[in-house]
């Protein structure tokens, strides 16, 4: 890599690191909430446009051999991403809740799924993607990247809170699943790898080995001495998952979500310890992670924005009617059907993770396509925050109002 | 030790399932440089686990277990991801250093330092004749030295002893840190190594400079212009970001560690461009926030702690893993020679001319321990003489390199037991919160509940 290309990378990382820093701080958030600016901001749109500034021609700073330098980082933290939603999956919470919640969870993230796959499809077609051209591919990381609500925040108070909280992390749970789906679908030539196994087996040994290493985690860090040599051995369980995965070409943050998920399920004590260790870290690295998206997003194509339109109200569309049946299934723990949309609307942050993972993890020539999908979950979300602002602010159960997680 | 040797091949076994799925020349995902550093981690974790019980230094571990997992046995690492992990070396050393200049309170060193400096010069320059005696005479028993006249022969050795002078700065605040070591003789240490090692480096800008001259090689006069200015713009740069991490503690506050780490990722990213050290800029920073900031040095060491031990783990398994061990077998013998004739010197510079600096006998004799384990900065001084200079460079850089191999297994384990012997062992208990693994089993806490 030449010197000036070192410098500028030097000067790119400064700035999303500061920027990252700045945007962590709580004054600083406080003062998004102030001035109504925190529908960009839960976006990361500036983290975004900071990576597509960068990468853009006449600044050139993040180049394809930057990029290339950068994947290991890029890998880790998908995975550590994908670690985190799956240790948010502790089964034990679930026979806390009550009978309607697996309902709830199928209306409230498969009809949004559904919505986006129905409108998404013709309009890409009518957008000129190429049926032969990955089009399933890519309906099926829209719908999973529709699936995603918003992580509701802050302590569960009240049930219907208590509830939301665990639909939200239900449904980052299936857009994992979907994104699972895809990537053992869509393998790459087996002529050049040393393994040639059919999507079944590869299912089996996903969640074998998903499996196998929480269990290998969580042996380890019993083990540990020293809470610095538990961090240490946690952070190197989700480098190894992530490196395992994407050495592989299985999706990373599906692997270490499963990983994730049996090492939170296992018997130890403390897991919100362990959990708050993840969480602490992951803002900052989840914003400096969109500078990298931003870099690689190809934001002008009008295709993509047409896409971003139709997705963000098929997504819309398709959580108003869930919900709407969600409180049929359960009026009694969930809040009214309007607050019920109010919380459960906007995109979660993860989405871009999904739709990421996905893009990144194409293995040979990348559909065109694939760009638009990217604009339009990145572009989606800002819309679904804008459509969802007045719902908000008529809203009757402001505590349940959604912001952030990750 | 069974349940951690366990563990540790279970890792193994995944790694090594993993890696079959490509040939070794295929890069169809990337380099695979996340699954090397999962790897690396766990495994040296793990591997200090095993050596725990045989009252090795983790440290020792670590670099045992990047050879095991490196490139020239089990083959799990290869030289591409190697490669790419290049800039966790850059943090790592950064790291370290900003460690140790937390560490040093020049106030409190003040009354020590004509100590600290004619020990160091007394170890450096028995360390030095006794390898420049070594050197010289290896010359005539291996094949670089053919049809090469005394003095070529003598600046040869002069070249590599100085070279091989460099001690570890690294390695000896990982054992201090390992074994929670604090006192007058732990800082006597971090301070002669890490000032040690500056003056070789720009001691070896000089004789390499004058071995250009007299071995018919081109003459870089303004190669010593060019280390200074390294030197100084390393130290720049230090200054510079020692008042940036005292005001972004003393302001913000949040998230120190993770705000640290980042910095030195910036500083080793700008590094090779701007021909700054981490070393230096790490150390420069750490002796401004102990020295001359409100923030306490201390401060950053707590706050950095838990990120401390994956990267030096890191650290020392990578530098394990770039073990050349075949070059090292060929040329064993003579490594031996070197490092015997490296300790003696040090020990008896120490001991005879250490006497003038006015330490106790005791303080003399440990002093050496410290010496002892080489790294980083030889191996990159080793490396200049293969790369500059020719024919002989790379055949002498194998016998260099072979000797830093001997002094990285044996140093740590000779400089462990050193610090055992000082007392000062089990002295640092500003990290209560790290003695506690709070996702243990039960009964192996001391308290039920947290």
Known sequence: MASVDFVGLTLALTGAVALAFVATNARVRALEERLGLSVIASSGMPFLLLGALLAWGPVGLMN???????????????????????????????????????????????????????????????????????????VAILSACAAASAPVLGAAASASRRMLKEVTGFDELVAICVLGAVTLLYRPDQALTLWSLPPSVWLLLMLGLGALLGILGYALIRAAHTEAEEFAKLVGVVALASGVAGYMAL???????????????????????LLETLDSI????????????????????????????????????????????????????????????????????????????????WVGERAVASQWTVTAVVIGAVLLDIMVRPLRQRGTSSPDSPAVAV | MIRGAVLLCLVLAVALGARSFLPDDAEITGSGATLAVGLMLLASLQAGHVTEALKLPHVTAYILAGILIGPDVLGLLTPAMLEDLSVVKSVAVGLIALLAGCELNLRALA????????????????????LFAALFAVSYLLPFGDGMSPVERGMVALVCANAMCA??????????????????????????VVLADIAIVLSFSMTSSVAHVVLGGSSEPGQLLGVLAHILGSLVVGA??????????????????????????????????????????????????????????HRVIEETEAGSLPTFAVFFALIGAEIHLADFMAVAPF????????????????????????????????????MLPQAGIAIALATAIKGTFQPWGPQVATLLLGTIVVNELIGPVVFRLAVGRSGEAGHRHDHPLAEHAPHAPVEASASPQR
């Open chain 1, 64 to 138: 394809e051999g930057v990029l290339a330098d950068l994947r290991p980082a890029f890998e880790f933290g998908l995975g550590w991403i994908g670690f985190l939603i799956g240790m948010r999956l502790d089964v034990r919470r679930l026979d806390e809740m009550p009978a309607s919640f697996s309902g709830v969870v199928a209306t409230t993230s498969v009809l949004p799924m559904a919505f986006t796959a129905i409108v998404c499809l013709p309009v890409l077609l009518w957008l000129g993607a190429a049926p032969n051209d990955g089009l399933i591919r890519n």
């Open chain 1, 251 to 273: 999706s990373v943050p599906v692997l270490c979500a499963i990983a994730g998920a049996t090492l939170i399920n296992l018997p130890m004590r403390d897991r919100e310890g």
């Open chain 1, 282 to 361: 992951t803002r900052p690295l989840y914003l400096v992670f969109l500078v990298v998206v931003g870099a690689t997003w190809n934001g002008l194509a009008w295709q993509g924005w047409v896409l971003a339109f139709a997705y963000a109200v098929a997504r819309m569309a398709g959580t108003w009617l869930g919900c709407a049946w969600a409180s049929r299934l359960d009026p009694v723990s969930l809040p009214v059907p309007r607050d019920l949309v109010a919380a459960l609307a906007p995109q979660s942050p993860f989405a871009v993770v999904v739709i990421v993972a996905a893009t990144t993890g």
């Open chain 2, 111 to 130: 009354p020590r330092l004509k100590e600290i400096g004619l020990l160091s010069v007394s170890g450096l320059l028995g360390g030095f004749f006794a």
């Open chain 2, 167 to 192: 001690f570890s700065p690294p390695v000896v605040i990982g054992i201090l840190t390992e074994a929670r070591s604090k006192g007058p003789m732990s800082e006597l240490w971090i301070s002669i």
């Open chain 2, 240 to 297: 510079v970001v020692g008042p940036i991490l005292a005001l972004y503690i003393d302001r913000i506050g949040e998230r120190v560690g993770l705000f640290v780490f980042a910095a030195l990722f910036v500083i080793a990213q700008a590094g090779v461009p701007l021909h700054v050290d981490p070393l230096l800029v790490g150390l420069t920073a750490g002796l401004f926030l102990e020295n001359m900031s409100p923030v306490s040095g």
């Open chain 2, 335 to 370: 490594a031996l020679l070197l490092a015997v004739s490296r300790a003696g010197g040090l020990f008896g510079g120490v001991l005879a001319l250490g006497r003038v600096s006015g330490a106790d006998e005791r303080t003399r004799q440990l002093v050496p321990f410290g």
